[in-house]
């Protein structure tokens, strides 16, 4: 197999040697705040499931409606983000994202007086704005320099949304979980959303405004050549992108549906029998592990092919939900924890692999690609079935088959990057 050829999209040459690169510096550390806020948002999802499952009295099958709406967002908007981000071009098309994901927030307000219902709408609202954010964001970040690092640069930005997602939880835990109980009744505990979803609404909306008055570098298309023996007809027809989708949907399946148990799993009495409020501290622990992967990654990709990266840590991490779901105690929750550190590069190895050697269809690529992340929505709500018919712990064995095609695809597309 052919090493793939470079990104279809390049920062325009208009800048002198030197001045270039400075900007695409600065460019990369303005488009990481945006990867951080949406990790900060996305991992606040897993503190207001079981919240909300005792509010309202749920199902595990309900309760995972919060992350039906929030990633199914992804397969609707996908497609009309990408179309979007054509016509008004990176920026404008982030801060469009930032600014309805604001709105997104502002929501949880009305909804916290309403019904369940109202906070699933508030979910997709907030969820399409990042929708937008991310097919925006990712391509661009893989530009910004060689096309050989791309999968390290995006690491290195992902690393910064784990920060995000590491805090996330332990903020929310701190200032919804905390609280429940202070007032009697389910209103009253739905109102402990209201505060930090309010805070979150304002900060995504002065962000909308600074990334508005940054000055970033300009990107244009270039035509570059497919990878050998792929098709040329459209992006679907590239054999790569299309198990590189399926890829990024058992990922971001497994990755959501893993943080979306941790708090009920590890309140199990054969696991820790943790209340809701600490076990919040634990998932914060998973959620670091992907952070801490993936700087380690950031260093470890620019000379280890991240096909063989991406299939060691898959076999790994088989290795520790299975773990997990057929041990006990303190044994099980650290295996069900240690996962976060496998997880670490794989969203951004599969995204860059999947995506390169495109040429004109990088773009269409992007958005099949943003779109595959509805995974998210699916595959915890079938672990909620499993859930309600099998029991929390053996639930876990989804996520298990999930990494089992994350680990053919690494050792399948192992040799189309070359270390240098």
């Not at 994202?97 to 949880?108: D, H, M, V, Y």
């Not at 097919?135 to 390290?152: D, F, H, I, K």
């Not at 088959?401 to 189309?416: H, W």
Request: net charge positive; aromatic share 10%; with cysteine.
């Amino acid at each position: 197999m052919a090493n793939m050829a470079p990104n279809t999209a390049r920062v325009a040459p208009q800048d002198p040697a030197g001045t270039q690169q400075r900007g695409n510096t600065s460019a990369l550390v303005i488009v990481t705040m945006l990867f951080f806020m949406w990790g900060l948002i996305t991992s606040l999802n897993d503190i207001l499931i079981p919240h909300l499952k005792s509010i309202y009295t749920l199902s595990y099958v309900q309760a995972m409606l919060v992350q039906f709406c929030f990633f199914g967002a992804y397969a609707i908007i996908s497609l009309p983000a990408g179309a979007l981000i054509r016509r008004i071009g990176y920026q404008k098309g982030a801060v469009t994202g930032l600014l309805i994901a604001a709105a997104g927030c502002a929501l949880f307000y009305p909804a916290s007086y309403s019904s369940y219902g109202m906070f699933l709408f508030a979910f997709f609202v907030l969820a399409a704005g990042i929708t937008v954010l991310q097919v925006a964001a990712n391509p661009y970040v893989a530009v910004l320099g060689p096309a050989r690092t791309a999968s390290s640069r995006l690491t290195l930005t992902q690393a910064f949304n784990s920060l995000g997602t590491t805090i996330g939880p332990a903020v929310g835990g701190l200032l919804i979980l905390s609280a429940v109980g202070a007032a009697a009744g389910a209103t009253a505990d739905a109102a402990t959303v209201r505060g930090p979803y309010l805070a979150l609404a304002a900060t995504l909306a002065v962000l909308a405004v600074l990334f508005m008055a940054a000055r970033l570098p300009k990107i244009a298309e270039t035509e570059d050549v497919a990878l050998e023996g792929e098709g040329h007809g459209s992006a679907l027809a590239h054999r790569h992108l299309v198990l590189g989708a399926l890829g990024i949907f058992l990922y971001v399946g497994a990755e959501v549906s893993i943080g979306s148990f941790l708090i009920n799993f590890l309140g199990e009495s054969r696991i820790a029998g943790l209340s809701h409020g600490d076990a919040a501290h634990y998932v914060s622990i998973y959620w670091g592990g992907a952070m801490v992967g993936r700087f380690i990654g950031f260093a470890v990709m620019r000379v280890v092919s991240p096909g063989k990266a991406l299939a060691f840590n898959a076999l790994l991490a088989i290795a520790l939900v299975l773990t997990a779901t057929f041990g006990s105690g303190t044994t099980a929750m650290w295996a069900i924890l240690a996962v976060g550190l496998c997880n670490s590069i794989m969203f951004p190895t599969i995204f860059t692999m999947a995506l390169h050697g495109l040429g004109k269809f990088t773009g269409q690529g992007s958005g099949i690609l943003c779109m595959a992340i509805v995974g998210g929505a699916i595959v915890p709500f079938a672990q909620g079935a499993l859930a309600d018919s099998m029991g929390v712990q053996m639930s876990f064995l989804l996520p298990a088959a999930c990494y089992a095609f994350i680990l053919y695809f690494g050792m399948k597309y192992a040799s189309l990057y070359k270390a240098k």
